[in-house]
T-cell receptor, first 115, second 114 residues
Framework: GQQVMQIPQYQHVQEGEDFTTYCNSS?????IQWYKQRPGGHPVFLIQ?????EVKKQKRLTFQFGEAKKNSSLHITATQTTDVGTYFC???????????????FGQGTILTVHP | DGGITQSPKYLFRKEGQNVTLSCEQN?????MYWYRQDPGQGLRLIYY???????QKGDIAEGYSVSREKKESFPLTVTSAQKNPTAFYLC?????????????FGPGTRLTVL
């Protein structure tokens, strides 16, 4: 079945350093989504990428979708303590018609930011 | 306020007992999903439902059952057949494709089997 691998599993940075997490899918995706989960909380949607080679930015966050639509990355510039949490990618392959299909989540990257 | 509610937030059960976790949404979303999250791991799909009265098994459906009698509700039963039920359970819903397919998550239920 479809698998989404995410690395690294953990990342510890000093405040102000950059951070990147990577996702690779075993199959070509229709889209990829990114979520953030704060400690003790639930995942919250950040963004969706649909087009091959797409790059989107949200303030200090940059999201990329690979040309083959099988990999993606999230880069945070100049991390802050508010960035702490687990970042998940989730790949989706449309089942066709009106079906929503399902998301396959990566294992997540736990980000710790030291002040 | 529109959103997804899950109850209870914490749940304790004795080994061998069935337990049902509630999930309700007032977002008028068609599709609903149940995930399980274990410490330090990603979300694994248990069951999902695209429309009322229909649902499909996810990747780890064994030991679980669901029903979808109403659009707003998608309860999950953790049966005694589930060998390792202690986990954080998350319910999510998704709207029509035209409005995007962002998943909205409920706050989760933390189940502990004693």
């Amino acid at each position: 079945g479809q698998q989404v691998m995410q690395i690294p599993q953990y990342q510890h940075v000093q405040e102000g350093e950059d951070f990147t997490t990577y996702c690779n899918s075993s199959t070509t995706l229709s889209n990829i989504q990114w979520y953030k989960q704060r400690p003790g909380g639930h995942p919250v949607f950040l963004i969706q990428l649909v087009k091959s080679g797409e790059v989107k930015k949200q303030k200090r966050l940059t999201f990329q979708f690979g040309e083959a639509k099988k990999n993606s990355s999230l880069h945070i510039t100049a991390t802050q303590t508010t960035d702490v949490g687990t970042y998940f990618c989730a790949g989706q392959v449309y089942a066709g018609g009106t079906s929503y299909g399902k998301l396959t989540f990566g294992q997540g990257t736990i980000l710790t930011v030291h002040p | 306020d529109g959103g997804i509610t899950q109850s209870p937030k914490y749940l304790f059960r004795k080994e061998g007992q069935n337990v049902t976790l509630s999930c309700e949404q007032n977002l008028n979303h068609d599709a609903m999903y149940w995930y399980r999250q274990d410490p330090g791991q990603g979300l694994r799909l248990i069951y999902y439902s695209q429309i009322v009265n229909d649902f499909q098994k996810g990747d780890i459906a064994e030991g679980y059952s669901v029903s979808r009698e109403k659009k707003e509700s998608f309860p999950l039963t953790v049966t005694s057949a589930q060998k390792n039920p202690t986990a954080f359970y998350l319910c999510a819903s998704i709207g029509r494709l035209a409005s995007g397919n962002e998943q909205f998550f409920g706050p989760g239920t933390r189940l502990t089997v004693l």
